[in-house]
């Protein structure tokens, strides 16, 4: 095998190198950019390119010649973007003519011509491009037969080694070579190196545009710069094993992904159809003891019915057969049998029966009702047949009617709870109250948990006035419920308040409090926690929160509602005031409830209550 066949396998092997980047044909005039990607001359003129001016934007110029209308100092030059990689490619002066030739790409594509059609080759020395016919291995160039017999009568170049197109290809591809031009010299080969500029000029160039600089023979600094080039590609190369080994291990970890995905999905799919099928038994469930319901329930009125059926018929049968007695009887014959007569009527008469169903058609599904494990899961829903009875609410106190402006008010509220009625024990006593005038304004009401139904309610009104009181049990509300509360004024309170007024004191009381957003996010989401704004939030929370109605629309004191941070604490001022004035609410001589504590400090509370002391139901 000849050299050039092994280098035809080497072409065939990296045919992507001589297809241009931008418009995926052979390459045509190959111009290599500095991110080492190429493309042809004509796809690099038709890119779009774009200027970054210092003063002044671009306007105008041509990317084949890079002119511009700007003063250079103006401008950065042309840039376009790599067609391959994106990457910014600033264009010399001279524009795309001004990019160097990739000799790489150019040799292949000239190998390939070689190797399939030699006719393609042409003449580097004919202007009509006429088809070559040998090779020079001196002057690297190609010729064609005209050519070829001038170059071997000229006297310094008959001794030159002529190579037939076939010699050439059995030579082999690192022999085949072509001569550089000088872009601005076109008759002249380059041949020199200027270090100064770092490239390569011809002769021509080093007597005008680098006469001072330093430079020197090719063949002189070529052996030097290509060991430096293969120093830095011997540092540069490991860098290909290392995003070698990472892509591997990225594409690893993505097949891993996917693996974890699909793990995860059966993992999905095997829960929720257990937890889907476990659902399923439980809904069997459910209707069987539906079903059980309905046949109970059915048997009992079916068994009353057939019993009414068969009292109505004794009625009917007895009293169409007296009835027909007397119309078509005789005296003598009615007398005869009046003893059958009157004592079945009797009979009947004294007959006792049930009109009423002896059974409802209470039915109840439950979907809250956490009811235990099915399979190991927690399910919901249960199926009820008997209707829970009314709890009785009994509420008692002074706090229901009448309160004191910032002086503690309080009532007793006491569920009745049937000891047999599970249901019953789970109650939810929730009160509230706003003022009559502004349902916005809440006050902050505190509802004691204790044992046994006995719950202490406690509240402190801020101002005067009527307000609202609701009582509701499992969300409905009790007899009675809303009450009206008349909150009288406290006239020692707004004396002290004038007199702090007129006074004006120089340090303002101190809080007792924290200065907040809301409840909410100062307490950490706790539920008791309150405030003196006296807005609350939905589910249970006894503290402001942001949105929530009465909440102030900014920060404020969570001990009296204050919005400025400099002012004096009322709730603090009122309960000094409260402290010296040495009042007390009046304790009436009436019945008194026994009200268990959980403290450990008192064992036993006695409340006064009114003398009408009313069950009241829901």
């Known amino acids: 095998m000849n050299g050039f066949s092994g280098a035809a396998n080497g072409v065939s092997s990296f ?97 390939e011509s070689l190797n399939q059609e030699s006719n393609k080759i042409q003449c580097d020395l004919c202007e009509d491009s006429a088809t070559a016919a040998a090779r020079c291995e001196e002057c690297l160039t190609y010729l064609c037969s005209f050519c070829l017999q001038a170059h071997k009568r000229q006297r310094k170049t008959s001794s030159h080694t002529m190579l037939s197109l076939q010699e050439a290809r059995e030579k082999g591809i690192r022999n085949i070579h072509r001569p550089v031009f000088c872009s601005k010299h076109s008759n002249e080969e380059m041949k020199m190196f200027c270090e100064s500029c770092d490239d390569t000029v011809c002769r021509d160039c080093c007597l005008v545009e680098h006469r001072e600089h330093r430079c020197y023979f090719i063949e002189d600094v070529s052996v030097g710069k290509k060991k430096a080039i293969h120093n830095l590609l011997s540092q540069t190369k490991p860098h290909i094993d290392v995003l070698s080994v990472a892509i591997d291990s990225v594409t690893s970890m993505e097949n891993s992904v996917k693996e974890k995905a699909e793990q995860v999905n059966t993992e999905i799919n095997t829960f929720f159809d257990t937890y889907i099928e476990a659902l399923r038994k439980h809904k069997n469930i459910l209707q069987h003891k539906v079903k059980q319901i309905e046949a109970e329930k059915g048997k009992i009125l079916q068994l009353q019915k057939l019993q009414l059926q068969q009292v109505l018929k004794d009625f009917e049968d007895s009293c169409n057969f007296v009835s027909d007695a007397l119309e078509e009887g005789s005296g003598v014959e009615v007398l005869s049998i009046r003893k059958f007569l009157v004592n079945r009527l009797k009979e009947l008469s004294a007959s006792k029966y049930v009109c009423e169903p002896k059974e409802n058609s209470y039915i109840k599904f439950d979907c809250e009702d956490s009811v235990g494990m099915v399979d190991g899961f927690e399910v919901k829903g249960k199926v009820s047949s008997k209707e829970n009875k009314p709890l009785k609410c009994l509420v008692k106190g002074e706090g229901l009617s009448e309160a004191t402006q910032g002086q503690r008010a309080e009532f007793l509220a006491l569920i009745k709870q049937d000891k047999n009625d599970i249901e019953a024990k789970k109650y939810q006593l929730k009160v509230e109250m706003v003022a009559k005038d502004d349902h916005n304004r809440k006050v902050n009401v505190q509802v004691s948990n204790e044992k046994n139904g006995f719950h202490l309610v406690t509240y402190v009104p801020p101002a005067p006035g009527q307000f609202i009181l609701h009582i509701m049990v499992n969300g409905k509300h009790i007899q009675g419920s809303p009450f009206i509360v008349t909150v009288k004024p406290n006239q020692i309170l707004e004396e002290e308040e004038e007199q702090i007024v007129e006074e004006k004191p120089k340090e303002p009381v101190k809080h007792s409090g924290c200065w907040h957003c809301c409840t909410f996010c100062s307490s950490g989401g706790k539920k008791d926690a309150t405030c003196g704004c006296g807005a609350t939030m939905p589910g249970g929370f006894q503290g402001c929160g942001h949105g929530h109605p009465g909440h102030p629309g900014r920060k404020h004191w969570s001990c009296c509602g204050q919005t400025e941070r400099g002012s004096s604490c009322k709730q603090t001022a009122m309960k000094a005031i409260s402290n010296q004035s040495g009042h007390s609410n009046a304790q009436h001589q009436t019945n008194t409830l026994k009200h268990p504590s959980s403290s450990k400090q008192q064992t036993n509370h006695y409340y006064t209550l009114p003398k009408s002391f009313k069950t009241v139901s829901l």
């Open 15 to 111: 045919s992507g190198k001589i297809k241009c980047d931008c418009c995926r044909k052979q390459l045509r005039d190959p111009r290599l950019l500095p991110c080492l990607h190429t493309c042809c001359k004509e796809c690099l003129n038709r890119l779009n390119p774009y200027v970054v001016t210092t003063d002044k934007d671009f306007s105008g110029g041509s990317i084949a010649s890079g002119s511009s209308s700007t003063n250079s100092s103006n401008s950065r030059g042309l840039t376009i973007l790599c067609p391959s990689c994106d990457s910014e490619v600033d264009l010399p002066d001279d524009g795309v003519e001004g990019l160097p030739v990739n000799f790489v790409s150019q040799k292949l594509i000239l190998l």
